[in-house]
């Protein structure tokens, strides 16, 4: 029996292709087109209409090529000129008050405002999109929030491929998860159930799904990553009521609910399937090892299911085989024409195409797929169930995959052996940190509060310039050094100036954090075009770990020498941990991430013995992602953060009790990870504390039974604001009222690497004369 909404399908949906779908797609462009076009947009070099213009070209190219490779079920609204999640805030009307929105559709104006602030007023929140590095933008709701259909998008985007010959899947964030991502508005009691909004958006929902039909769609993908979470039964019932409400504007449609990037907790899994009028269920099955079991233990019958076997997270290519034979056994489970092959989540948060990387080699690209090469990998396995293998594709995916096993690139069998003598056993430093501390002090000899700052200094054009044309070999390599060495020269004067106490070298010779070393260690590899959206137009190019990881020469010793040899204070040697390196690059998928991350824990071990050796006192080591890469269920979080905590001792248990080590990291809620970052035993920890003041101090007063140094950011270095003396001052006071004098360290918030000199020579003379004057209160 084939009912009026499944022949609806089979006539409408992209006849004659096998069942194959995409989640999302990167929208940014080969090139970062949309990037470029928005930042010229935003500059008022550009129109709007040259922003639509790169837009449409952009879409239109990206269904044609997800349509020529033969893709059933093509996703359409998963575009945005900024944010997916800030796009159904425009679909529901729900602008916050202070953008004077005055009704009717959601212009480019009032839309960039919530994202980027205005001359006026500042932009919403942005936070984190589950555990990617994609940032989206916080709705914020309360009981007065009126809500209207002011954004059409959705029906324009699905018209606007229709009209280029190809229907697609029209992509809502589901009701439940954009409640559940939202926050309470300003005023708004922190105890509103964001959740009691439901009766209010679903009618726009209704209102959205009725034009769609009415366009012609015949599918609708509803994401609820939500359901992926660690939900009480109230967030669950939720879900069951939305879609009971929604079902009569539903049917007619096939729909699909979306799920990714975990593994599905069985309560939500059995939710989940007893949706009323759902039809289809979207599993992400790269990080659902468990989610298999529960299909495989009960499916509903009758129902479609998107089995998300192709990885949208990384860059590697699939090992077709095995995603073929896992389909094959679900074709058993679901029935054979229930079953499509799709990929884990949104392709977004990988790079986009191969093509354009003309630097990898041969070997290494043979062992990778981006977004493009994925679209290609999904339709050759739903061809290949539908009986239509093509072998040679296969074949040559089985020798790309063969060779990345056996490469000499890939092995080193000393590191092995190393990384795994590491497991089983604790590494922390001998003597307790209060007697660390007190030996350095015979050393360092430091005042009390002693000033620092986190690293970097001002990257101006002219250093840049100076980078770029080495890396091009345009200069020599003692024209390279000699010019670093003099902003080393520079950086340590004007912080001999300011008094500092503690310097920096400024890390002139950086372009980042973890490039940098990722350049200098084996085992990595670079793209051109890799970029994945982080954030608006921001785009980040994570390296990609292939192999096991070494360090064949000293990375940072010339440097922090160098500049050591330049003052007679105490010089930070300045390096980035291993779990930071190891969360913002692209991880290899042929060990578990707990290996890659102590071998580069040895690489950087032997780095900081070497810069103990070179007469360097004090070692920071950058943390700054530790906390990103907590897993999304709490039932994993112990784990990791054991393996992370344990990598980072790992860098530095042997230095002698004279060494000084510290820790950065560029966030502040640590409420629920203390124990771990206490349980990292640094000397010192600098920290950002540009917002949660009270909350994060009263937490850190547990830092005082172990004693190790504190310094929360005295000002925030993301604004150009200079803060004054006494703003700083009084920012101090209100940490020695919660922490003892002798932790307390004075900084910045982070490093000032994106400030400029004129904004950062004040803000941090402020910050010394507000220490000084303190010091004589004390
Ligand atoms: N040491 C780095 C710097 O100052 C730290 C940057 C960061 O934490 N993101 O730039
Ligand atoms: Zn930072």
Request: neutral net charge; charged residues 25%.
């Amino acid at each position: 029996m084939v009912n009026a909404a499944q022949f609806k399908e089979t006539a409408l949906i992209n006849p004659r292709k096998m069942a194959s779908h995409i989640v999302g797609y990167p929208r940014m462009g080969p090139k970062r087109e949309l990037k470029f076009a928005l930042e010229s947009f935003w500059d008022g070099k550009s129109s709007a209409e040259d922003l639509e213009k790169v837009a449409t070209d952009l879409r239109s190219s990206i269904w044609k090529q997800m349509s020529e490779a033969g893709i059933k079920y093509i996703p359409s609204n998963t575009f945005s000129y900024y944010d997916q999640v800030l796009d159904t805030t425009a679909m529901l009307g729900a602008v916050p008050e202070r953008y004077s929105w005055t009704g009717g559709e959601i212009g480019l104006s009032t839309y960039f405002s919530m994202a980027r602030g205005n001359a006026t007023v500042p932009a919403m929140e942005m936070t984190k999109w589950f555990d990617t590095n994609y940032h989206f933008i916080v709705p914020e709701l309360g009981p007065s929030t009126k809500f209207s259909y002011a954004s059409h998008k959705a029906v324009s985007e699905y018209k606007e491929a229709k009209a280029l010959g190809i229907d697609t899947v029209p992509v809502l964030i589901g009701p439940v998860s954009y409640l559940l991502l939202s926050k309470p508005a300003k005023g708004v009691e922190k105890s509103f159930s964001l959740l009691s909004l439901l009766g209010s958006i679903l009618p726009i929902y209704k209102e959205v799904v009725a034009e769609l039909k009415a366009a012609g769609a015949s599918w609708i993908q509803f994401d609820e990553p939500t359901l992926v979470k660690d939900l009480d039964a109230h967030e669950l019932a939720a879900f069951s009521s939305a879609y009971a409400e929604l079902e009569s504007a539903l049917s007619g449609l096939n729909v699909l609910i979306e799920t990714y990037f975990a593994d599905i907790p069985a309560e939500s899994y059995k939710t989940l399937t007893s949706l009323s009028g759902v039809t289809a269920y979207g599993f992400d099955l790269i990080r659902g090892a468990k989610t298999l079991d529960l299909i495989r233990s009960s499916f509903p019958s009758g129902k479609y299911l998107f089995a998300g076997v192709v990885d949208g997270r990384n860059i590697w290519a699939d090992d077709l085989a095995a995603s073929l034979s896992t389909l094959q056994s679900l074709e058993a489970v679901a029935g054979k024409d229930k079953l499509v092959v799709s990929t884990s989540c949104s392709l977004m948060h990988t790079a986009v195409d191969l093509v354009n990387e003309t630097k990898l080699d041969d070997e290494i690209k043979s062992w990778l797929a981006f977004a493009a090469q994925k679209v290609v990998e999904v339709n050759a396995l739903a061809k290949a169930l539908a009986g239509q293998k093509d072998e040679a594709y296969f074949a040559a995916n089985a020798a790309a995959l063969a060779s990345r096993k056996s490469s000499p690139r890939v092995t080193n069998q000393e590191v092995q052996k190393a990384a795994a003598a590491l497991k089983g056993s604790d590494h922390r430093r001998a003597t307790n940190v209060s007697a660390r501390l007190d030996a350095q002090q015979k050393k360092l000899n430091l005042p009390v509060l002693p000033t620092t700052t986190i690293g970097s200094f001002p990257q101006t054009v002219e250093l840049r310039r100076v980078r770029r044309e080495y890396k091009a070999k345009k200069i020599s390599e003692e024209e390279y050094i000699s010019a670093i060495k003099e902003e080393i020269s520079k950086v340590v004067k004007i912080q001999e100036e300011l008094d500092i106490d503690v310097l920096v070298h400024g890390e002139p010779e950086r372009n980042d954090m973890v490039e940098y070393f990722g350049e200098q260690l084996s085992g990595f590899a670079f793209t051109a075009n890799g970029w994945v959206q982080s954030y608006g137009s921001r785009c980040v190019k994570p390296p990609i770990i292939y192999g096991d990881v070494s360090r064949p020469h000293p990375m940072t010793v010339f440097w922090s020498k160098t500049a050591q040899s330049m003052t007679s204070r105490p010089m930070k040697g300045m390096l980035t941990g291993p779990v930071t390196i190891l969360n913002w690059s692209f991880v290899r998928n042929d060990q578990p991430r707990f290996e890659t991350c102590y071998q580069i824990a040895l690489a950087i071990k032997k780095e900081v013995e070497d810069l103990e050796a070179a007469g360097i006192q004090v070692i920071q080591i950058d943390e700054a992602a530790l906390r990103e890469g907590l897993p999304l269920r709490k039932s994993e979080h112990a784990f990791y953060l054991d393996w992370a905590v344990h990598s980072f001792r790992i860098t530095n248990c042997g230095v002698q009790d004279t060494t000084q080590i510290h820790t950065h990291m560029c966030y502040s809620n640590f409420n629920d990870i203390i124990h771990s970052i206490i349980n990292m035993d640094a000397d010192v920890i600098t920290i950002e504390n540009s917002r949660s003041d009270e909350k994060l101090l009263s937490v850190f007063r547990e830092g005082v039974k172990y004693g190790a140094g504190i310094g929360p950011g005295v000002y925030d270095i993301h604004s150009p604001r200079i803060p004054s003396t006494e703003e700083i001052a009084d920012r101090i006071n209100k940490m020695l009222a919660v922490l003892e004098t002798n932790i307390l360290w004075v900084n910045p918030d982070c490093g000032l690497k994106t400030r400029k000199y004129t904004e950062v020579k004040p803000a941090l003379t402020n910050m010394v004369s507000a220490t000084k004057l303190i010091r004589t209160q004390l």
